[in-house]
C-alpha cells in the first residue's frame, strides 16, 4: 500500500483499520438492539494476548486476581504470570451442554478481584456465552465494580448453535471484547488483533484514556499491515464458509464413528473447531495421548485444559476431513481394545 511509506503513529492504530473493525461488528447480526460499535471504541493490538497483557496492566496492581473459566484455554497462566497477576477460577458445569456456575463465581469474587475473564465460544468445551449469563455477569461486573474481559477470536464459528451475545455491545459494566484476523479469516501470520472497549460513558472513557498511554508506549502494531485491514477482514468471507463446511463434515465423521462405541461421549459443540470426548478413565488422559501419538494421532488431553477429571479428549475438527476420519478411526480403534473397556 502506497500509504504505508509514511509513518503515522497513533496509539489506537489507523482510523481506517479502526473503521473496518467496527464495520465488521456492526454488520453482525447482534446489533439490532441498535447498539453500535465506533472506531473510536476500538484499540489495535498485535494479537489477543498482546491485549491480555495491557488490560492486565491497565486493571491489575500485581497480586490482584482475575476470574478465569475452568475447562478453558491454557494462555491465561502463561500471561497472568508475566504481568504479576493471579488467575483465580471459576467452574463450568455439563449438563446437556456447558453452562458458567454463577453462583460458584460469585464466591469467588474477592476484595482483590478486578476482572471476570469469559471465553465465548468456549475453548475447547465450543459452548458460547448465552444471553442471560451474559446479562448476570454485566450485573455482576456493575454491582462489583470489576471489568469483564470476553475472548471472542472463534464467535464466527456457530455449529450446533447459534451466537446469543457478544460483550462488544455491553454497556452495563467496564467491558473490553477480544478479537482478531487470526479466527476471524485464519490468518495468524499476519499478526493484527484489537479490544473493543465498552460500558458507562466514564468508566469507558477513563480505562480508554490510561490504554492510549499504554498503547503509546509501544506503537507494535505495523503500519503497512493497518493498510490492509479492510481487505484481510474482507477474507472472512471466503474462508470461514470453507472452514464450518470442513468442520460440520468432520463432526458429522466422528458422530458416525460414535454409533458403535457406546461408551463414548461426544461433548456438545456449539462453536469454535474443537470436539471434546468423554471416555472412559481407565488409564490417564496424557497416557491415552501418547499411546495415540505413537499411533501416528494427535490429540489433546483434558488436563491440558484443566478438566477437573480424567477421560476427556480433545479433537481439532479443522484437519483436511480425509485426515481426520483416518485418525478418528485410529482413536477408536485404540479406545475399542480390550484394555480401554
Known amino acids: 500500500h502506497p500509504e504505508s511509506l509514511h509513518y503515522e503513529p497513533h496509539p489506537f492504530g489507523l482510523l481506517p483499520a479502526r473503521e473496518s473493525v467496527a464495520g465488521y461488528y456492526n454488520s453482525r447480526p447482534m446489533t439490532a438492539s441498535k447498539r453500535v460499535v465506533s472506531p473510536e471504541q476500538i484499540l489495535l493490538t498485535t494479537s489477543t494476548s498482546e491485549a491480555y497483557s495491557f488490560l492486565f496492566r491497565l486493571l491489575c496492581d500485581p497480586g490482584d486476581n482475575v476470574l478465569v473459566p475452568r475447562p478453558s484455554y491454557p494462555l491465561f497462566e502463561f500471561v497472568g504470570d508475566i504481568q504479576d497477576v493471579q488467575l483465580q477460577p471459576y467452574p463450568l458445569f455439563y449438563d446437556h451442554g456447558w453452562h458458567i456456575d454463577l453462583e460458584c463465581l460469585r464466591q469467588s469474587i474477592a476484595p482483590t478481584t478486578r476482572g471476570i475473564l469469559v471465553v465465548n465460544p468456549n475453548n475447547p468445551t465450543g459452548s458460547f456465552v448465552h444471553s442471560a449469563e451474559l446479562d448476570a455477569l454485566v450485573q455482576i461486573c456493575s454491582e462489583r465494580d470489576i471489568a469483564l474481559i470476553a475472548d471472542e477470536v472463534f464467535l464466527d464459528y456457530q455449529i450446533e448453535a447459534p451466537a446469543e451475545a457478544s460483550a462488544a455491545f455491553c454497556c452495563g459494566c467496564l467491558s473490553f471484547a477480544l478479537s482478531g484476523l487470526s ?95 468423554r471416555v472412559p478413565a481407565v488409564q490417564t488422559d496424557e497416557g491415552l495421548c501418547i499411546e495415540l501419538m505413537n499411533r501416528g494421532v494427535v490429540v489433546h488431553p483434558g488436563h491440558f485444559y484443566d478438566f477437573s477429571t480424567e477421560g476427556h479428549l480433545v479433537l481439532s475438527l479443522i484437519a483436511p476431513s480425509d485426515v481426520f476420519q483416518d485418525g478418528i478411526k485410529t482413536v477408536f480403534e485404540v479406545l475399542s481394545s480390550p484394555s480401554h473397556r
Open 183 to 277: 479466527k476471524i479469516s485464519c490468518l495468524p501470520q499476519m499478526k493484527v488483533a484489537w479490544m473493543v472497549v465498552n460500558g458507562p460513558a466514564a468508566l469507558r472513557q477513563a480505562a480508554l484514556s490510561r490504554l492510549e498511554i499504554i498503547a503509546d508506549t509501544y506503537l507494535s502494531v505495523s503500519g503497512p499491515i493497518q493498510h490492509g485491514v479492510l481487505e484481510l477482514l474482507d477474507q472472512r468471507r471466503t474462508i470461514q464458509p470453507q472452514l464450518l463446511s470442513r468442520i460440520r463434515t468432520n463432526l458429522g465423521k466422528l458422530d458416525d464413528e460414535l454409533k458403535g462405541a457406546p461408551s463414548i461421549q461426544r461433548l456438545r459443540v456449539e462453536g469454535g473447531w474443537y470436539a471434546v470426548l
